[in-house]
């Protein structure tokens, strides 16, 4: 089992810039796919970002692509997306996720562990 503790979110003008981390405990960190979600409110959960286990492998959806960044640091268990240009449209709360397999799912329904979730509101 692992516990994911995300943090770093708040309200950020348009064009505004953010951090996300998301502190794991529990298994050893690096043998955890990682990634992150977000749910605005009345839609579902989507997937966001992911990364391999040994950070050299990552994946964006197209509507972050080129704005968003995830990385991670397997010596401080913890993993970062840094949203830049935000815009109105990426407020939610976001989620950041774990994963057994090699790549963490794309689909909300087949991720193994989940965060309590951090807000980020984008005012325009």
């Known amino acids: 089992q692992v516990q994911l503790v995300e943090s770093g979110g708040g309200l950020v003008q348009a064009g505004g810039s953010l951090r996300l981390s998301c502190v794991a405990s529990?298994?050893?960190?690096?043998?955890?796919?990682m990634g992150w979600f977000r749910q605005a409110p009345g839609k579902e959960r989507e997937f966001v970002a992911r990364?391999?286990?040994?950070?050299?492998?990552?994946y964006y959806a197209d509507s972050v692509k080129g704005r968003f960044t995830i990385s991670r640091d397997n010596a401080k268990n913890t993993v970062y997306l840094q949203m830049n240009n935000l815009k109105p449209e990426d407020t939610a709360v976001y989620y950041c996720?774990?994963?057994?397999?090699?790549?963490?799912?794309?689909?909300?329904?087949?991720?193994?562990?989940w965060g309590k979730g951090t807000l980020v509101t984008v005012s325009s």
């Open positions: 990364i391999s286990r040994t950070g050299d492998g990552t």
């Open positions: 529990g298994r050893t960190f690096a043998t955890y796919s």
């Open positions: 996720a774990a994963g057994d397999s090699l790549f963490l799912p794309t689909t909300a329904s087949r991720v193994d562990y």
